[in-house]
T-cell receptor
Framework: AQKITQTQPGMFVQEKEAVTLDCTYD???????LFWYKQPSSGEMIFLIY??????QNATEGRYSLNFQKARKSANLVISASQLGDSAMYFC????????????????FGSGTQLTVLP | DGGITQSPKYLFRKEGQNVTLSCEQN?????MYWYRQDPGQGLRLIYY???????QKGDIAEGYSVSREKKESFPLTVTSAQKNPTAFYLC????????????FGPGTRLTVL
């Protein structure tokens, strides 16, 4: 079974509007971390935001916020006031067994969502 | 400036040749990783290293080899045994504490001719 599922291969949003990118995950661990990365056409992966499974509040970083619904196992990324420079591929990733002895600290990535911001 | 550098940016290889991709970081991170990305897909882990002189296979290690002789460096060799090496390769590093966020280099695009 897929551990990270991003069901939206492509999304369009009007400039200055907000957009939500979906991410659901599957794990039996109690302790895990969720990450969102942005990949522009240049290819570099840019870290955006992190949510720990025990964090009680949703993470926010500037225009990025993470809508974390633990019971539903979802960690959707919300981008407010979209800009043309936000056009990129966005990946959700999960790290399980955080801090556990022998943890590999591996990230499991979803297949990504291509976001296009329209002027 | 602290960061991760990868070289070269583009690499062309003939079938049957081994090729080594460079990854260097000056972030003083303990852990380093190599990922492979195929068109339209997410990243898959090839190898990772949590400390110097130690590394473990990831999900798709066959046909690849690594070394970790220095904390700053984690080169990846794509051997002739790798059946389909044309891909985009990304190196990352992280601390071993806190959120353990992985930070990535700019990547190397390998094409086998």
């Amino acid at each position: 079974a897929q551990k990270i599922t991003q069901t939206q291969p492509g999304m369009f949003v009007q400039e200055k509007e907000a957009v939500t990118l979906d991410c659901t995950y599957d794990t039996s661990d109690q302790s895990y971390g969720l990450f969102w990365y942005k990949q522009p056409s240049s290819g570099e992966m840019i870290f955006l935001i992190y949510q720990g499974s025990y964090d009680e509040q949703n993470a926010t970083e500037g225009r990025y916020s993470l809508n974390f619904q633990k019971a539903r196992k979802s960690a959707n990324l919300v981008i407010s006031a979209s800009q043309l420079g936000d056009s990129a591929m966005y990946f959700c990733a999960m790290r399980e067994a955080w801090g556990a002895s022998g943890s590999a600290r591996q990230l499991t990535f979803g297949s990504g969502t291509q976001l296009t911001v329209l002027p | 400036d602290g960061g991760i550098t990868q070289s070269p940016k583009y690499l062309f290889r003939k079938e049957g040749q081994n090729v080594t991709l460079s990854c260097e970081q000056n972030l003083n991170h303990d852990a380093m990783y190599w990922y492979r990305q195929d068109p339209g897909q997410g990243l898959r882990l090839i190898y990772y290293s949590q400390i110097v002189n130690d590394f473990q296979k990831g999900d798709i290690a066959e046909g690849y080899s690594v070394s970790r002789e220095k904390k700053e460096s984690f080169p990846l060799t794509v051997t002739s045994a790798q059946k389909n090496p044309t891909a985009f390769y990304l190196c990352a590093s992280s601390t071993s504490a806190g959120t353990d966020t992985q930070y990535f280099g700019p990547g190397t695009r390998l094409t086998v001719l």
